[in-house]
């Protein structure tokens, strides 16, 4: 395999995302053997990066929007949860969805997360939303997408919310 730039490399994936925008991500990371948000850095407008440090309070303005949809997204699997993102607070290091003992939960580590990205695209042949949070080597976390309505289309309030989160944290993007 020849040696190519980072910058021919982005080059080659934005004509890859040009030629079919609503591809999956994760397989465009995998061709170029880079990281998933080398590739979401790629994507044409619609993406908002905010720092990592504001990992607990994206999280807990999302755990006022309602249902959503949570992803994690891995080589070996792609888990769903469709429901609300539970409330969460921190202790013993960790962040903890209070879940109730019913729908997700789980303990997260907040310091691990270095940035998220605000990402509208279309996918599937629908237009989607996503808050994606990545780790210090470039790969997600998770993702959480903007919930839909009976007739599959993007929940307004949540895209209100959306919109209110990147206008909120944009003066912490570095991008």
Sequence with gaps: MQNISHSE???????????KPDGILEAL???????????????????TRIDGSRFVE??????????????????DAIVEFSGPLPRGRMGHGMYNLQGGGSGLS???RPENCKA???VRRPFMGMETMSVQFFNAHGE??????????????L??????????LATLFSETADA
Excluded: M, N
Aim: aromatic share 8%.
């Design 58 to 75: 994206v999280l807990g303005d999302i755990a006022e929007w309602g249902d959503i949809t949570f992803i994690v997204h891995t080589p």
């Design 116 to 118: 998220i990205f605000l």
């Design 106 to 108: 789980g303990h997260l």
């Design 155 to 164: 929940k307004a309030d949540q895209v209100e919310r959306f919109d209110r």
């Design 9 to 19: 490399t982005c080059d080659r994936i934005r004509q890859a995302i040009a030629e």
């Design 29 to 47: 990371a995998q061709q170029f053997g880079v990281s998933l948000q080398c590739v979401v850095e790629c994507l044409p407008g619609g993406v």
């Design 140 to 153: 997600t976390i998770f993702k959480i997408y903007v919930g839909r309505d009976a007739q599959k289309k």
